[in-house]
């Protein structure tokens, strides 16, 4: 049987080993698995969120309220900004959905960062979309503002914080570029690591407001990582009205489960959660900065929850995640982004001790 | 901002309305409202569904399994099939959306019943096809294979049971329709209710493994109705290899919930809790018939967990949803469908009970 042309050059995606791949794999007990791989919350689920669902286990039979009125009328506060502002997705991954459908057709064009989320290209090649990427692996304004003088590209990906770098442009950088794009090219900011930027460096870190207020450009939030909701699939899009009318057309209804919509509204007032994450977090990364110095070997300034370290010549970054995963520590090879570098998460004291207690055997 | 064409023809979806907005709107009580419009169990959650879901309340920061190895497992256990003929979506509305952007494209063209589940219809839309319809709302056999024989349309859509009327096909007529099809179209069997065709008559209902027999047929269930996960949104697609790995291409990582995941795999094995939701509509449906017949309306003989009245010249069913909601009831108007009907879930005993006072109430 025939199926659209654009589906030919499209593998299908495969996720990071979950913790029960490598139980059945390695033999090795689910309680010993760290997972460091995904940048999951390492504080797990706020307690008020886990309570919420607890409470409402038996509305499962119950479709959402498919208007997230509550949901909205809560990131509406959030952020002072207007409701018809807002879409919600399941995770911000379907918001970029939504974009790529809206605005991507074959002889349409992106452009993005050379290594960067890989599902904006995976959602443009789903429409046969061109796929342009600047040199660097770093977001560099000039790089950008070039390409989208030479090639008017219809939607432009700046993911800051960059995953699965952990860098993030200065704000007057994102300001350059926003101020420099087409009004025909919606340049989509991908904040989902943005409370990351926020609490380190401010000049890193934008608000949505300040998103809102170009005509064609979208930010993009979530609750998978700060707010420890990754297993919920709830994140927004924020937007003018007419951007926001486009890919409301495309949302399926009930795209948040009823326990995902419950919870999202708790963790919106859950400051708490938020604040402990966040300095356990500043607590934490030091020491993986620490041991890429004692251990002479480059790592990327991170404004995530999790950090990249860079490897020279001397170690290889796939035979490390393949000694770390016998060893029941999983984490992130960046080989296949062209990087010679692994991307991990930033965990609890103890999930941290183990990978370095492991890094320690495997490096002799 | 321009947008891709296909949009301009789109209207954003309007679920049907939540208890939260009838107790908004009418500032009813909300344990007062009931609910008779979204084809949800009546049973509510399953105890059993409910107490993994609450185990599983502080897994809410980790993302799923996304191979759904278990639940692949369970699903190919209970319908006798082998893993790779399985394809996850959130709720079966997803695996449709898959289909559409596998098939569908400007030009294209998808034949379904002149009334039945809007989703298919909205998809196509997205994609740019052309909808194409038979002149009767009941799935009549002949009409569909001389439309396809004229249109040679890319996707038919067989809903059956079908929603909005309830009504479903015979077993001959279904394999008529999949016997005369083209091998490059693909043939969807929509089985939502098919669990309740089953226990009703077995000339109504299929196997998923006698779908599978055919190279262009795609079978698609849901945990959503006699499962009672109508919030949790998943469902699931069978069908040959070759048509899975196509939709699998726009299957997004993570699509379902990491709570919705261990819900479905409980539910799986829960069939205490799927013979009493089968027994109670059992119990209740006749009670619908017997009002329609003692008032002298029509109703349409149901293989669903719903009923639909058709109603004649004397009354109106817009009227009538409209003062069932003042009333606390909320029911489904078809009159969108180009029906003088009401959709309506079958509820337990005492719902029941509050939607015929309210009738008597409104019937005077």
Not at 226 to 242: E, N, S, T
Not at 297 to 318: A, R, V
Request: glycine share 6%; aromatic share 10%.
């Amino acid at each position: 049987m025939k199926f659209n042309k654009e589906l030919d050059s499209i593998k299908v995606y495969e996720a990071g080993k979950p913790i029960e791949l490598v139980v059945r794999e390695f033999g090795i007990a689910p309680e010993e698995v760290v997972k460091l791989a995904s940048n999951e919350n390492p504080l797990g689920t706020s307690p008020r969120v886990a309570a919420t669902i607890r409470a409402n286990a038996d509305k499962a039979h119950l479709y959402p309220d498919d208007s997230m009125f509550e949901l909205k009328e809560a990131l509406s506060q959030r952020y002072d900004v207007l409701e018809e502002t807002l879409i919600i997705g399941a995770g911000s991954d379907q918001v970029l959905e939504f974009v790529s459908r809206a605005k991507l057709h074959p002889g349409a064009k992106v452009l993005m960062s050379r290594v960067t989320f890989a599902m904006y290209e995976i959602y443009a090649r789903q429409q046969g979309a061109t796929i342009l990427r600047t040199p660097d692996w770093r977001h560099r304004p000039e790089e950008f503002l070039a390409m989208m003088r030479e090639h008017r590209p219809d939607v432009v990906y700046l993911c800051t914080p960059n995953n699965p770098t952990g860098d993030a442009m200065r704000r007057e950088d994102l300001f350059a570029v926003l101020d420099g794009a087409d009004p025909e090219t919606l340049v989509v900011v991908d904040g989902a690591y943005m409370e990351y930027a926020r609490a380190k460096d401010p000049d890193y870190a934008v608000d949505p407001r300040e998103i809102l207020e170009y005509p064609n450009a979208l930010y993009l939030g979530t609750f998978s990582k700060a707010y420890g909701l990754g297993g919920m699939r709830v994140g927004y899009g924020i937007a003018q009205p007419g951007i926001i009318e486009a890919l409301l057309k495309l949302r399926p209804p009930f795209n948040i489960t009823t326990l995902s919509l419950a919870a999202a509204i708790t963790a919106c007032s859950d400051d708490e959660f938020l604040e402990k994450s966040l300095a356990l977090h500043r607590e934490q990364i030091g020491r993986y900065e620490a041991y890429a110095r004692a251990h002479r070997f480059d790592y990327i300034e991170s404004y995530t929850n999790f950090i990249t370290w860079n490897f020279g010549g001397d170690l290889n970054s796939t035979d490390l995640a393949e000694a770390l995963l016998e060893r029941g520590v999983i984490v992130r090879d960046l080989a296949s982004y062209g990087l010679n570098a692994l991307r991990i998460t930033v965990g609890t004291a103890a999930q941290n001790d183990r990978l370095f207690a492991a890094m320690d055997e495997i490096l002799g």
